[in-house]
């Protein structure tokens, strides 16, 4: 028996979109237009559009996508909105044919793709657990044995016997999951789903994906959560566009991803989203100062340093009173590593202008060489103004921190770099 559980090959998926809504017709439009459809398609055909005159659009969601997936591997499927993940995902779940190509799937597949995929909404949620078991061929001695531990996962029995139709997105969640991942399937589907669910639950939702990876079922798991695909999986694919861009160990995979959509954002942060505020105090640009390199989005890893940010405010809005600042430094994975804020060091202002420029200064900065992203946020008068989730990276270039030519590894050996002496006694 091959130990291949999904085998992926040339696949690609074509979306006709755009077509544009047909009006009316007459019985002389009628006859007219099919007096001139061969003309128009002899046209069309020269000029490389479609028969319809470009009133259709396609689009290719997956071009050429090939791997393979081994039996208890855990692969994480990476990549912008729109790159095809959820496409491959459907493809794979038998919910959409793929255009060309072929996929070849070995073993009982559970997928869990958006909130209630597969349910019926007019049926219990005992009974929709019934129905799924069936559908994945186990017998009604087999998800008896495992009901009672499926609905104390979902926290639901209160409403096990309500039609899932009245359950909440949380709910349905909830017992979506608990049924795609205890009916044991030899090969489970998981898109980003678990955004659904709170805090709490997600990381349940994890541990649980944990242990189904030890029993050595096969997983492939499509998240933006980079920390989460890093911890669960031995292996992550980046999609681009509907094309793998690249497939290996996941550390590799993710910096890989990161750096290409990690762009710079030195100014112009007015136009960027999402940040949420009443909009009182809003931050305009920022950079780093450091005076081996100058103004710009590098500081030298131990060097002193500036965070410079600019801010405005509503246009007759005045004077600002009450003025909080913060910026935290996140790694790749979204993990704050260290902060500064004013309310730290008691230097909260009781009064700014209505624009103006604020420094948060750095004797040492104690971070390891690499590529770090900054969350600003402010408030004025006890509400918050302006919070910006991303306001852009920078880098921390290397340097002979210690004067012995040897630099730590941030995956080995943390982040953060601190001058320290060893004594014998």
């Not at 005045?318 to 804020?341: C, I």
């Amino acid at each position: 028996m091959s130990d291949v559980a999904i085998r992926v090959e040339h696949l690609s998926k074509q979306y006709r979109i755009g077509k544009k809504q047909e009006r009316y017709y007459t019985l002389r439009d009628t006859i007219a237009d099919a007096f001139t459809a061969p003309l128009r398609w002899v046209r069309s055909r020269r000029n490389g559009g479609s028969p319809n005159g470009g009133e259709e659009d396609t689009i290719w969601a997956l071009k050429d996508v090939s791997f393979e997936v081994k039996h208890g591997e855990v692969v994480g499927i990476i990549g912008r909105n729109g790159a095809g993940k959820s496409t491959l995902l459907k493809i794979l779940s038998r919910i959409t044919e793929p255009t060309e190509g072929r996929v070849e799937i070995h073993g009982r597949v559970a997928s869990l793709l958006e909130v209630g995929t597969g349910f019926h909404p007019e049926l219990t949620g005992r009974e929709n657990i019934y129905l799924n078991g069936a559908i994945l061929g186990m017998s009604k001695a087999e998800i008896d044995r495992k009901f009672d531990e499926i609905v104390e996962f979902a926290e639901i029995e209160k409403f096990i016997d309500t039609p899932v139709k009245r359950y909440s997105s949380g709910m349905y969640v909830r017992l979506a999951f608990a049924v795609a991942a205890h009916l044991e399937p030899e090969i489970l589907l998981v898109d980003e789903v678990l955004a659904v669910g709170d805090a709490a639950f997600q990381k349940k939702c994890l541990g649980k994906m944990g242990d189904v990876a030890k029993a050595g079922r096969t997983v492939l798991f499509v998240s933006h959560n980079m920390a989460a695909v890093q911890g669960l999986c031995e292996r992550a694919v980046l999609l681009d566009q509907g094309r793998v861009e690249l497939s290996g160990d996941p550390a590799t995979v993710i910096a890989a991803y990161l750096s290409r959509s990690g762009e710079e954002y030195v100014d112009d942060l007015l136009s960027r989203s999402p940040r949420r505020g009443n909009g009182r105090m809003r931050i305009v640009d920022w950079c780093v100062f450091d005076a081996m390199y100058g103004e710009g989005n590098v500081v030298g890893c131990g060097n002193p340093c500036e965070f410079r940010l600019r801010y405005t405010s509503n246009p007759g809005g005045g004077d600002l009173p009450k003025v909080s600042v913060a910026l935290v430094v996140k790694d790749a994975l979204d993990r704050p590593l260290l902060s500064g804020a004013t309310h730290f060091v008691n230097a909260d202002f009781d009064r700014l202008p209505s624009s103006g420029s604020l420094r948060c200064c750095f004797d040492t900065f104690p971070l390891v060489p690499g590529v770090y992203y900054l969350y600003i946020w402010c408030s004025v008068n006890g509400e918050i103004a302006d919070r910006i989730e991303n306001a852009g990276s920078f880098r921390v270039a290397e340097r002979d921190f210690f004067g012995t030519g040897r630099m730590p590894q941030a995956t080995k050996h943390g982040f953060i770099l601190l001058k320290h002496r060893w004594i014998r006694e």
